[in-house]
């Protein structure tokens, strides 16, 4: 039952979803062609996660209509999106960690035999599917044990094995080294030219230039531009989702480093071995790895929310290897944890709440009273002199977008003015210009004469702000470069484990 | 000004209250009695001059519960050995107010104050459990609370039982040994006592620096430990405040009328499940666990004269709290829910 290739893979006519507050689909219009990798792009809120909800039938669209292969359908659920060919990975992937590939692979389509699960059948389907289309991967390993990248082509299998025609995948790289990234973008390829049809939703331009044939922008939950991906630039997109143009990738001028702010020795900790590092006064050291590679458990370590098992850590030249984390903040440590809504704040307090955690003891507190109007002064300064969105200080937090919750964060952390900064992933999942804006920010802090610990996922970034770049892979730091030295190919590498020569240190 | 008032009408709570009235009103219909004369009945009996003082004497007790569980609940910690810390306090005011060797008023004052230590030290037992042993809070405070609640029991049963008579109570206590009451009525300065600590926790809450760190620890307790606030500090800290209250309310009750520790008496009336769910009604707000524990002290006692006047079973009022609480439960969930799917979607 080939459908006829003239009719669009996927089409989606004039759909508006609209949540209490916000309209976060305004018509979309979404034409996607069999055989083509159909990159959805736009900022976090533009509404990319609900188109493809609606298209997936895990939302019901306000309005709009959906065809598959040709064929009007209106999906329930996504049991029925699959029934219609459609197969989604979602950016948490949705696997037993327990089970085997081969188990999870068939999960809910297993083959059967005496209505028993025939697991060599099971196994069987596994290696054709993975040697049909080039996916690679054993299928009796533990799912838990395999490594994210492999986890991903599982997530693939599962969708081939029930048949999916169009592949829907959510931010797939988030999580990804450039090389696994490349790995799966030539998947994608040859899957593409089997004849099926992916659509790739994600915001970053690189890969979508390298891997996609055409891309629908969405901003504000409205198509803002249809493009060919070979016939349009970064720069084009990246304005087409911010509404301006912007400059992209800016690579900051190195700052004048002082004295030695942070001092590591031989540290380990959880999933940490032996690292050695310092920062200086006035500079940026940014840690580049794949996320997993003992960088939150670095960080949790030296702010002080996860015991140390060996080794030294002095702030300012005083031993601070077993403070807790209120005394290194007395001494002198601002910290921006990775997950802002987790961690980082809480969502369900006032904003002037969440911007007095950590001042609340020292500059806003006298004998332990905290005068509400004092946390409300407070929160009006900080939210001017940052630029925070916020309504009022008496606003929930959990009303700030994304990026604005971000400035909040990291607004409160520098007001600390502390001599360093701990900073983890500073614009994941930020907006374009909120990116720009949160940059300025770490480097007038550095510039300020303070030492910086910026820990990222993005090269970009990194490359942008560090002055020295530390990789760090299974836990250690494998290689160290100057800002010159630390070119995309290299780190890249590095991130992979690839290469641990040293090409300088300036210690 | 309107703001306050249609925010107040759409809160979860009034949505609650006024569903468990509606749906009370169903039942009285259902079987056979006027809701009218029944609600009037609750109201009279409680507020009215028979009843005032029953309901305030009630309200001194399960406010009381109420600011014990709201405390620690506030960080989203749940005591639920209030039986238990209550009890100690009772037994051990009993045990200070018969055997201290001192003038009745230091007596009372220091009964007052060891009916605290007690609780309190019996609160940061679960704390420590917790801490330490890894023992859940709610399962060390519940289990903890029944091995106090029969120590008392056997004490009042034996060593200390009143030589001659039938009952399980300790002796009266010695003459003077005793709060003191308003006129003639059972309402003591233990409300005073009451409504003060509701005031301090007000305070805390609102305007200070530990106060802030429990409501963050109890809006996102991950948040408050990456800035510093040490967790297991705060849990015994809490706890032992909650106590102390818990242990306060016993030893109002032993240093009121009958002015013995009666095993089971103060127990019996459920002060800790009415109180806890005070809490959780106002969800450990200070101000509104004040008002809620009212709500519930007016429904008990109203109930009883309801009983009395209409034949309607006081297990109506019972039925009523349960109501409220399933209505608040769902409602405090569905918003949770809407957000989830929010955060997916955008």
């Known amino acids: 039952m080939t459908p006829p290739r003239a009719e669009p893979a996927v089409e989606l006519r004039g759909i508006t979803k609209r949540f209490p507050g916000t309209l976060a689909n305004d018509a979309v219009d979404l034409t996607v062609r069999h055989g083509e990798i159909h990159a959805l792009m736009g900022e976090n809120g533009a509404g990319k996660s609900t188109l493809m909800s609606v298209l997936y039938g895990m939302e019901l669209p306000d309005a709009g209509t959906i065809r598959v292969d040709g064929r009007d359908v209106d999906f329930a659920s996504p049991s029925d999106a699959m029934a219609a060919g459609l197969g989604m990975v979602h950016q948490s992937f949705k696997l037993f960690g327990s089970l085997s590939v081969a188990e999870n692979v068939v999960y809910a389509a297993e083959p059967r035999r005496f209505g028993l699960v025939d697991r060599a059948a099971a196994r069987r389907r596994v290696r054709e599917l993975a040697a049909e289309h080039g996916l690679a991967v054993d299928p009796d390993a533990r799912v838990g044990d395999l490594p994210v990248g492999l986890r991903q082509r599982v997530e693939i299998l599962k969708l081939l094995h029930r048949g999916a025609r169009t592949l829907i995948l959510d931010e797939p790289t988030a999580v990804l080294t450039p090389a696994e990234a490349d790995a799966l973008f030539a998947v994608l390829k040859s899957l593409a030219a089997e004849g099926r049809t992916v659509i790739l939703v994600t915001h970053k331009l690189r890969e979508v230039l390298e891997g996609s044939d055409r891309v629908t922008v969405l901003r504000d939950g409205r198509v803002v531009a249809r493009l060919v991906t070979s016939e349009t630039s970064a720069d084009e997109i990246a304005a087409a989702m911010t509404g301006r143009a912007v400059e992209l990738d800016r690579v900051h001028a190195p700052g004048t480093p002082g004295d030695v702010v942070l001092e590591v020795s031989g540290l380990a900790t959880d999933a940490v071995r032996d690292v050695d590092l310092t920062v200086r006064a006035g500079e940026i050291v940014g840690i580049a790895g794949v996320a997993g590679n003992g960088q939150s458990e670095l960080i949790e370590a030296l702010a002080g929310l996860r015991p140390v098992g060996a080794g030294h850590v002095a702030l300012q030249g005083e031993d601070i290897t077993h403070a807790s984390a209120t005394e290194r903040r007395l001494k002198g440590l601002a910290y921006v944890p990775e997950d802002r809504h987790a961690v980082g704040t809480a969502p369900d307090a006032s904003v002037a709440d969440n911007l007095a955690m950590g001042h609340h003891r020292t500059s806003l507190s006298s004998r332990g009273l905290l005068p509400p109007t004092a946390v409300r002064a407070h929160a009006r300064r900080l939210v001017e002199r940052f630029g925070i969105k916020a309504s009022a200080p008496e606003a929930s937090a959990s009303a700030l977008s994304g990026g604005n919750l971000q400035k909040l964060l990291i607004g409160r952390e520098l007001a600390h003015d502390a001599p360093l900064l701990l900073v983890e992933q500073p614009t994941r999942g930020v907006d374009i210009g909120a990116i720009q804006n949160i940059h300025d920010q770490l480097i007038a802090y550095r510039d300020a004469g303070h030492a910086v610990l910026l820990v990222s996922a993005e090269l970009s970034e990194i490359r942008g702000l560090a002055d020295r770049v530390l990789v760090m892979y299974e836990g250690r730091i494998t290689a160290t470069y100057d800002k010159d030295a630390a070119d995309e190919r290299t780190l890249g590498l590095a991130m992979a484990g690839g290469s641990g020569k040293q090409v300088e240190t300036v210690d | ?346």
Not at chain 2, 106 to 112: H, K, R, T
Not at chain 2, 159 to 184: I, M, N
Not at chain 2, 264 to 275: D, F, Q, V
């Open chain 2, 1 to 346: 000004m309107n703001d306050r008032i249609s925010g107040a009408l759409r809160s979860p709570v009034t949505f609650s209250v006024l569903a468990g009235v509606v749906i009370g009103a169903l039942f009285l219909v259902g079987t056979g009695a006027d809701p009218v004369t029944a609600y009037e009945a609750v109201l009279t009996g409680a507020l009215g001059a028979d009843g005032i003082g029953s309901t305030l004497t009630t309200t001194t007790s399960v406010l009381g519960m109420a600011l014990a569980l709201a405390i620690p609940l506030r960080a989203r910690l749940i005591n639920l050995g209030g039986d238990g810390q209550m009890v100690l306090g009772g037994i051990t005011a009993a045990v200070t107010g018969l055997y201290a060797p001192l003038p009745a008023p230091l007596s009372v004052a220091l009964a007052l104050l060891a009916g605290m230590a007690a609780g309190a030290a019996y609160a940061a037992l679960a704390a420590l459990c917790e801490n330490h042993l890894g023992v859940p809070l709610l399962v060390s405070s519940l289990l903890l609370s029944y091995p106090a609640v029969s120590l008392a029991s056997y004490l009042a049963r034996y060593p200390l039982k009143e030589p001659g008579s039938s009952l399980p109570q300790t002796r009266t206590l010695p003459d003077g040994v005793e709060l003191p009451a308003f006129g003639d009525s059972t309402v003591t300065v233990g409300l005073v006592l009451v409504v003060l600590a509701a005031a301090a926790y007000w305070f805390t809450d609102r305007r200070t620096a530990i106060g802030y760190e429990i409501r963050m620890t109890g809006l996102n307790a991950r948040f408050s430990a990456y800035a510093g606030v040490e967790r297991r500090g705060l849990t015994l800290k809490l706890m032992s405040v909650s106590g102390a209250l818990a242990g306060l309310v016993g030893a109002i009750g032993v240093l009121s009328f009958p002015y013995r520790f009666v095993d089971g008496s103060l127990t019996a009336p459920g002060y800790t499940w009415t109180g806890l769910t005070a809490a959780l009604l106002a969800m450990a707000a200070p101000v509104g666990t004040v008002v809620s524990a009212f709500f519930f002290a007016v429904l008990q006692v109203g109930g009883l004269a309801m009983e009395r006047t209409t034949e309607v079973p006081r297990e109506l009022t019972q039925v009523l709290q349960a109501i409220v609480i399933v209505f608040l439960a769902a409602r405090l969930r569905l918003p949770g829910r809407r957000l989830n799917r929010r955060k997916e979607a955008v």
